[in-house]
């Protein structure tokens, strides 16, 4: 047995999240709360099966996939499970991307069926003639258009029982997209085990969650941080997951916890930072969770003078579904990720791949049995990033001498933003496009909370007086193509990139230029 569960080697993951709570006596608790909805560990689980048969009664097979583009709603844990049910695989896709990214995820997995949410057609239409593989579009809490189904309907009318498909306790489990550097979106395939070793490991023994918390993820279910949080972390133990299937505004978010009285909240660093500027209370909370990119240790403080409750900040990864190095209750360092969750193992390396002193910094991997075992398609790209059991983070860090795991950037240019992947190069490629546009560079420069945003370095073709127009009319050009959270928040205009000899852009230089403005 590869991994330490202790899992049988017929093991499915829908049966041990959902089937099992029916076993353990959970049928009429309460596993999920949205608005004004309820639903019981029961209704889920005829959900489950009911969506399942319906994607049998599409001739859906074991191994197909099955694209969500789904808002945070009760409907997502029962498509995700239903599919994973019967033996076939979700792949959950981010919502605020734009239609041309959908075309190339769909065509990519090869899902056979698309569900999406009514309020999402619109990004699905413009490409729907692109799609070479979804032979059937379900629509979601809204009306089909001709030749979709609708997905209550078509659910209304099929069984509650349903049999588990034999899958292997390593088999294909679901995928998620994680974007890189350079080329396309990579489909990263998690495992039958990978759930529940992501709940024994950080879910039980870094948030110690039990049967009677509830769990409110601000981070949507489509991001690997919040599926755990509101998918596997809840249902794993018993517990009710809440959502909220609106922006998560700082107004949204403090009325869902006024209404819904979470016990564990998460969330990633820009929203502490707008909550901390917001009315609210956190009275229900007994533990809140940062992820996605590193938390301001001014945050934590002053998050826990308003509040009285921690923030522990965690690293986690699509690659490796969840967080394996986290501060722990009772043992925070403020700026610091914390230390290795017990389960992971991690290794700060240098070049020649050898161990670097405390103090170093070099790349950090990380070792254990949540792993993706590949990207879709990618053999290169899996061969860089899945070294045998270690997986590179692409993340530089340091360790202090108590072991403590502080970041240092990255070894490629990709940016957190919000919590999410922005690739410079796609940003510059959209840029190049606007046609007064002669060269253009993007980096991460810190706002005035100290998180990373794009900021663009622009040469016009010919110079223009007006720049904060043209600034504004490039941030729109930019918004118009890409996810929102993408654009530069700031361009400054240059005469000239500063260059290597070779024609390369010096971004180091670019970077100085921003912290250090007299460079
Ligand atoms: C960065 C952090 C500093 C780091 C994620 C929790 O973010 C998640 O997954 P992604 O694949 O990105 C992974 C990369 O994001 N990062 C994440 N958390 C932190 N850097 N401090 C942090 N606390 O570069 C990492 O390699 O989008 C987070 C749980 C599951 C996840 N997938």
Redesign the pocket.
């Given at each position: 047995m590869p991994h330490n569960l202790n899992l049988p080697e017929a093991f499915n993951a829908a049966d041990y999240f959902i089937d099992r709570n029916i076993r353990e006596g959970r049928a009429d608790k309460t596993a999920v709360l949205c608005e004004e909805r309820a639903l019981t560990y029961g209704q889920l689980r005829d959900g489950v099966n009911r969506f399942g048969n319906a994607l049998h009664a599409l001739d859906i097979r074991m191994e197909e996939r099955v694209a969500l583009l789904l808002l945070d709603t009760e409907i997502y844990p029962q498509a995700f499970f239903g599919a994973i049910k019967i033996g076939a695989v979700p792949v959950c896709l981010n919502t605020m991307n734009r239609p041309k990214d959908f075309e190339y995820y769909l065509n990519d997995s090869r899902a056979r069926v698309l569900v999406v949410d009514a309020p999402l057609l619109e990004l699905i239409e413009p490409i729907r003639k692109n799609l070479r593989f979804v032979k059937q579009i379900l629509v979601a809490n809204g009306d089909a258009p001709a030749g979709d189904l609708n997905l209550a309907e078509l659910t209304a009318a099929q069984s509650t029982d349903l049999e588990t498909a034999p899958t292997n306790c390593d088999d294909a489990c679901f995928w998620l997209y994680?974007s890189g550097s350079t080329g396309s979106p990579k489909g990263t395939i998690h495992l039958q085990h990978d759930m529940v070793y992501a709940t024994e490991t950080y879910g039980k023994q870094v948030l110690g969650i039990r049967e009677d918390d509830r769990c409110f993820s601000a981070a949507k279910l489509f991001?690997?941080?919040g599926l755990?949080n509101g998918i596997y972390f809840p249902f794993g133990v018993g517990a009710t997951a809440i959502y909220l299937p609106k922006r998560p505004t700082p107004d949204q978010v403090y009325a869902t916890i006024r209404h819904h009285r979470p016990t564990l909240f998460f969330g990633v660093p820009t929203l502490y930072g707008q909550m901390l500027e917001a009315e609210g209370t956190m009275s229900s909370v007994r533990l809140c969770v940062?992820?996605?990119?590193?938390?301001p240790g001014d945050y934590i403080n002053r998050w826990k003078t308003r509040f009285g409750l921690d923030i522990l900040?965690?690293?986690?990864?699509?690659?490796m579904?969840?967080?394996f190095i986290s501060n722990f209750p009772g043992d925070i360092r403020a700026g610091s990720?914390g230390k290795v969750v017990p389960g992971y193992e991690a290794r700060i390396v240098s070049e020649d791949l050898s161990d670097v002193v405390p103090g170093e910094i070099g790349t950090l991997l990380v070792k254990g049995d949540s792993a993706a075992a590949c990207y879709w398609n990618k053999h290169q790209k899996s061969r860089q990033t899945m070294m045998g059991h270690w997986i590179n983070?692409?993340?530089k860090y340091f360790q202090d001498e108590q072991g403590y795991f502080y970041?240092a950037g990255?070894s490629d240019d990709m940016l957190?933003v919000g919590?999410?992947?922005v690739s410079p190069n796609e940003v510059e490629s959209c840029l190049i496009q606007h046609p007064e546009v002669l060269e253009c560079a993007v980096i991460g420069a810190p706002d005035e909370d100290n998180l990373i945003k794009p900021m663009a370095f622009v040469v016009l073709k010919t110079p223009q007086p007006a720049q904060e127009a043209m600034e504004t009319e490039l941030q729109d050009f930019v918004k118009s193509s890409l996810a929102l959270y993408k654009y530069p928040r700031w361009i400054r205009f240059l005469d000239e990139l500063p260059k290597t000899a070779t024609g390369k852009i010096k971004r180091f230089e670019l970077r100085n230029m921003v912290y250090d403005p007299a460079a």
């Open positions: 994680s991001f690997a941080y755990g940062s992820a996605g990119e590193a938390l900040d965690g690293i986690g990864s699509t690659e579904a969840h967080i990720s983070t692409g993340d970041c990255r957190k919590g999410i992947w």
